[in-house]
């Protein structure tokens, strides 16, 4: 649709910025790239029995990464299926089936940046290329990882450097790094088997409940003087002054949700961000992320950096070992919160 409009209105059309995307979806005989129309049928048909899947998540449909963790795949596919039907989803992938851009991107006279992910699950990279080949003096980016999107902590994928493309190619030069790191408690939670008790629940209970937890979550968060950071699905990335005040928190959450009827899974961490706007970024945003990853349902998992920070707090912790975690680079040492 941006590029329809771009050829259409170029006076109302400053730049033009594609982000993983194809002139078509579906292979021709002039168009070697995608599936055939019969698969897309096929596939198309299986989404309206099953929707959604895991497969859709990972792959072709929203793209999360097939190494993405289960817990990432169930919140998204969780909230996909409170905002769409089966009959929207598959009328929403038909006209993607049935969409050929390729006649409108020679008319587009508007500086253009084509860019996607090299293993991104939905698009192929000599088609992106293609798409860029087609459009008067675009340029093409492709950037490693195998997702879909600009950013994706769960694989450890940093969306700075398409942010930095997006800058050059919108003002001409980028902005040096903030520089604004700080020392702060990472905690990341979400609810365990989500996707389960909303199926059992229906939409509109499973929503209601979903608001509870936010709301006591919430309360907690500022009883804690914790600062919401970020939420996705059924988790919630927060920060504290300090790790006991964090786990503290997480306690309170769980004993919440708990009269609910749900549970919570946690990590906690403690180590440098960057300030990025509202948002904080770094390898020990991941490393939070990860920590709770590995917690199950119940638990609080933290950093072997935590423990040591909170000794005298009066907080126990159970050794886990040596663990490896997706993206981090070495085996990190794991302890569980003990009540």
């Known amino acids: 649709?941006?590029?329809?409009?771009?050829?259409?209105?170029?006076?109302?059309?400053?730049?033009?910025?594609?982000?993983?995307?194809?002139?078509?979806?579906?292979?021709?005989?002039?168009?070697?790239?995608?599936?055939?129309?019969?698969?897309?049928?096929?596939?198309?048909?299986?989404?309206?029995?099953?929707?959604?899947?895991?497969?859709?998540?990972?792959?072709?449909?929203?793209?999360?990464?097939?190494?993405?963790?289960?817990?990432?795949?169930?919140?998204?596919?969780?909230?996909?299926?409170?905002?769409?039907?089966?009959?929207?989803?598959?009328?929403?992938?038909?006209?993607?089936?049935?969409?050929?851009?390729?006649?409108?991107?020679?008319?587009?006279?508007?500086?253009?940046?084509?860019?996607?992910?090299?293993?991104?699950?939905?698009?192929?990279?000599?088609?992106?290329?293609?798409?860029?080949?087609?459009?008067?003096?675009?340029?093409?980016?492709?950037?490693?990882?195998?997702?879909?999107?600009?950013?994706?902590?769960?694989?450890?994928?940093?969306?700075?450097?398409?942010?930095?493309?997006?800058?050059?190619?919108?003002?001409?030069?980028?902005?040096?790094?903030?520089?604004?790191?700080?020392?702060t408690t990472i905690a990341f939670f979400d609810l365990v088997a989500s996707t389960v008790r909303a199926t059992e629940l229906g939409d509109r209970a499973w929503k209601e409940l979903l608001d509870q937890h936010y709301r006591l979550a919430r309360e907690a968060l500022t009883g804690h003087r914790g600062t919401e950071i970020d939420s996705a699905g059924d988790g919630i990335l927060a920060t504290f002054e300090g790790p006991a005040r964090a786990i503290q928190c997480l306690r309170a959450i769980a004993r919440s949700d708990m009269e609910l009827g749900l549970r919570i899974r946690a990590g906690v961490h403690v180590g440098e961000v960057e300030r990025a706007g509202s948002a904080i970024r770094g390898i020990n945003v991941h490393l939070a992320a990860r920590i709770a990853a590995a917690a199950a349902a119940g638990e609080i998992l933290v950093s072997s950096t935590v423990r040591d920070l909170c000794a005298g707090s009066g907080i126990q912790f159970g050794d886990r070992g040596l663990h490896a975690l997706k993206g981090i680079a070495e085996p990190r040492e794991l302890l569980v919160v003990v009540d």
């Open 1 to 183: 649709m941006a590029c329809v409009f771009a050829a259409m209105h170029p006076t109302r059309t400053r730049a033009l910025i594609i982000w993983g995307c194809q002139a078509r979806f579906v292979r021709a005989a002039d168009y070697p790239w995608g599936i055939t129309k019969a698969e897309e049928d096929a596939r198309l048909a299986a989404l309206a029995g099953q929707w959604p899947s895991r497969e859709y998540v990972r792959t072709w449909g929203a793209g999360v990464g097939p190494e993405a963790d289960d817990a990432v795949v169930d919140a998204i596919l969780s909230r996909m299926q409170m905002a769409a039907s089966p009959a929207a989803v598959v009328a929403l992938e038909e006209m993607n089936r049935d969409g050929d851009i390729r006649d409108v991107l020679p008319a587009i006279r508007v500086p253009t940046l084509v860019m996607a992910r090299d293993g991104d699950p939905i698009t192929e990279p000599e088609a992106v290329r293609d798409l860029a080949a087609r459009i008067p003096g675009a340029r093409v980016r492709l950037f490693p990882g195998k997702t879909h999107y600009m950013g994706a902590p769960w694989l450890g994928i940093d969306p700075e450097p398409v942010y930095t493309a997006i800058e050059e190619f919108a003002t001409g030069s980028s902005s040096p790094p903030s520089g604004e790191r700080f020392l």
